[in-house]
């Protein structure tokens, strides 16, 4: 299933170059063009998903296998001092490509980058109803 227009189908399935840091049947590792810091990579499936509520269950599974591995095998190579998994869905929240993708992005000591918000301060009763919200009871 793939997307004749979205710019990684085409990268994952090799019509666009890339650089590439891992590869098998079901995805591509990519190192981002405009990286948070070095070794920023992304995960790419090969079949097309806009986003993770498409995504199927067996392959949202088999991406965060293959993120704890990258994130390994880049922690052990480049030696960075911690790391990021992001993941955005939804232009609100900051999707520019609409086709699934998991940022793996590597932290190092005064990279000056920041992956954060402003945190809320809701009362318990809004928190409970929030709670009561999302589960619905
Ligand atoms: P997001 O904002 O989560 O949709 O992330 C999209 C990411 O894709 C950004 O970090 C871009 O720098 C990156 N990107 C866009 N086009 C390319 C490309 N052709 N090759 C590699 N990375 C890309
Ligand atoms: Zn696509």
Redesign the pocket.
Same mark, same amino acid.
């Given at each position: 299933m793939k997307d004749k227009d979205c710019?990684?189908c085409k990268?994952a399935g090799g019509e666009?170059p890339?650089k590439t840091i891992y590869e098998d049947e079901e995805f591509r590792v990519?190192?981002?063009?405009?990286?948070?810091a070095k070794g920023?990579a992304?995960i790419l499936p090969k079949d097309h998903f806009a986003n993770l509520y498409e995504l199927p269950d067996e392959t949202a599974s088999r991406v965060m296998l293959l993120a704890k591995r990258m994130a390994a095998q880049i922690t052990d190579k480049l030696q960075c001092d911690g790391f990021n998994l992001?993941?955005?869905n939804g232009e609100v929240a900051?999707?520019?490509?609409?086709h699934f @993708?998991m @940022?793996l992005i590597p932290r190092y000591k005064d990279d000056g980058q920041k992956i954060a918000w402003q945190p809320g301060k809701p009362s318990q009763e809004e928190l409970e109803e929030i709670r009561n919200q999302i589960v619905g009871n």
């Open positions: 710019i990684f990268i666009i890339s990519i190192l981002d063009l405009g990286p948070a920023h992304l992001v993941q955005n900051g999707q520019t490509v609409f @993708h @940022h």
